[in-house]
């Protein structure tokens, strides 16, 4: 019954939802809309006069404006593996909503790395105290009581064209808070280049003289539980994820094995998988192979029984050639080289 009402409320915020059903849960939303979006303003007007502490490292913040599912973990990887390569320690400052994310990070980057917690200031105070360079802030957009060198926003392609504000919607802001970026970013997992390309141009509109750009997340190469690199899974696969777009993560795979099946097994974003969980996919897979995230393989990587029976899918971010990040993105290095590579 739950699944069934997330899926309900998932498929009206994206749209796909028609009938009386919807509309009368439209209409019945529409003053809980009002009063969210009365908060945020109110919100909005007091940081914007708010002085905050200068923090001891360089921040760089990557968040959306959308509850999940536009690429921020990929994005925070990707800006971190930047930084390292270019001889900065690196830290993660993460809320820790799940502990999935959290263990990813802490696989990436090291446990020295990755600090979690409610008070992100404190969470980048501690990155400074333990000789970090810079810390990058995940799911900064809307956490405004850290002050940040870089504000990188992104939008995904996939997202509602339809602006509505939680709990109508699944927008956390208006897009006019798009302005206070200094960085767009237009992510596209399974939209078309012309939407993507519309989303660039609507946000130029919106937010102009602001540095509107695209990034394409596409999924390749494979994995063991254990992170070691395999070969491609062979017939059909069934599809498990817990993450904030499902269908986004079964038409990647389908896009890597044109010719498989693949059947798709969604859990509510961040779930734990218990053995019942996996029981229900191995009874399910029919001797198929199971398909994840690398995010999911942290929780069904727990499970001995599952080893030799999935793989998980690569993701990569593919950046459109920016001069103004690079140059942004560069200008911290000289901070953080200062200290030396560690």
């Keep these: 019954m739950a699944d069934r009402l997330r899926g309900f409320v998932r498929d009206y915020w994206a749209g796909d939802r028609r009938g009386p059903g919807a509309q009368l849960l439209g209409a019945g939303l529409v003053p809980a809309e009002a ?10 007007a007091w940081y914007e006069r708010a002085r905050l502490p200068v923090p001891p490292v360089p921040v760089v913040s990557v968040g ?11 994005v925070v990887r990707w800006l971190g593996d930047w930084f390292r390569e270019r001889g900065a320690r690196t830290a993660v400052v993460v809320r820790g909503y799940g502990r999935d994310e959290v263990a990813l990070y802490r696989r990436w980057f090291g446990d020295g790395a990755v600090f979690v917690g409610a008070d992100r200031n404190e969470g980048v105070r501690a990155a400074g105290a333990c000789g970090c360079d810079l810390a990058v802030l995940d799911d900064g957009f809307q956490h405004r009581r850290v002050r940040r060198t870089l504000d990188i926003l992104l939008v995904a392609a996939e997202d509602p064209v339809r602006v509505r504000l939680l709990p109508r919607g699944p927008y956390r802001e208006p897009l006019a808070a798009a302005r206070r970026a200094t960085h767009v970013l237009v992510t596209r997992r399974t939209a078309s280049r012309a939407a993507a390309a519309e989303w660039r141009e609507r946000l130029s509109r919106i937010a102009p003289g ?5 990034a394409d997340m596409r999924m390749g190469g494979w994995r063991d539980l254990a992170g070691c690199p395999a070969a ?3 017939g059909d696969v069934l599809a498990v994820c817990a ?3 499902p269908a986004a993560f079964a038409g990647g795979v389908a896009e890597m094995l044109p010719r498989a099946r693949v059947e798709l097994l969604a859990y509510p974003d961040h779930h734990d ?3 019942r969980d996996v029981a229900e996919l191995l009874a399910r897979r029919g001797g198929r192979t ?6 999911d393989a942290v929780g069904l990587g727990a499970h001995p029984e599952l080893s030799g029976l999935c793989l998980v899918a690569g993701f990569r971010v593919s950046l459109q050639p920016n001069a ?3 140059a942004a993105l560069e200008r911290l290095l000289p901070r953080a080289a200062g200290c030396g590579s560690r």
């Design 64 to 74: 959306n404006l959308t509850v999940g599912g536009t690429g921020k973990t990929p």
């Design 232 to 234: 491609p899974p062979r």
């Design 290 to 295: 199971i398909v994840c995230t690398a995010k």
């Design 324 to 326: 103004s990040l690079s």
């Design 273 to 275: 998988y218990t053995r």
């Design 210 to 214: 602001n540095r509107v750009m695209g």
């Design 35 to 44: 009063a969210f979006r009365a908060a945020v303003a109110v919100r909005t």
């Design 243 to 245: 993450v904030a777009r």
